[in-house]
């Protein structure tokens, strides 16, 4: 698995690990099903603190992106059948809204935003 963690980020190194997994798997390169190192290889690995990949895990769990399984890891869940519920689509706006607005105040308009998240999709998918 390939994390890139840049220490003079203003990102926190525990979402840097967060949002590397899950890039991750939106790309294709971790699978539902597949096992996630374990907090210790990955700390060292990453050269990092056990303690800020367990943070990762743990906020990896609250999302529904993996399931910790006591003494034997952190498995990728299956994306949910029947779609997904109203409640994390609500929490993607409220998290997306200021983003949104943000690039509305500095003058974007609707279709540069759209084109905007369409390369950023993109490039996922590419790297």
Not at 42 to 52: K, P, Q, R, S, W
Not at 68 to 94: D, F, H, Q
Request: proline share 6%; glycine share 8%; net charge negative.
């Amino acid at each position: 698995m390939f994390i890139q963690i840049e220490s003079q980020s203003k990102i926190p190194i525990y979402e840097q690990v967060r949002n590397g997994i899950m890039e991750g798997i939106a790309r294709g390169d971790i699978a539902p099903g597949d096992i996630l190192p374990s907090v210790r290889s990955l700390a060292g690995d990453l050269g990092v603190n056990m303690h800020t990949v367990n943070k990762s895990y743990h906020e990896l769990e609250s999302k529904g992106v993996i399931r910790i399984i006591p003494k034997s890891g952190a498995v990728i869940c299956t994306p949910l059948k029947g779609g997904i519920p109203p409640e994390r689509i609500n929490t993607l706006s409220e998290e997306l809204r200021p983003l949104i607005v943000e690039s509305l105040v500095i003058g974007m308009d609707q279709s540069e935003i759209l084109e905007l998240v369409a390369s950023i999709i993109n490039r996922i998918k590419e790297e």
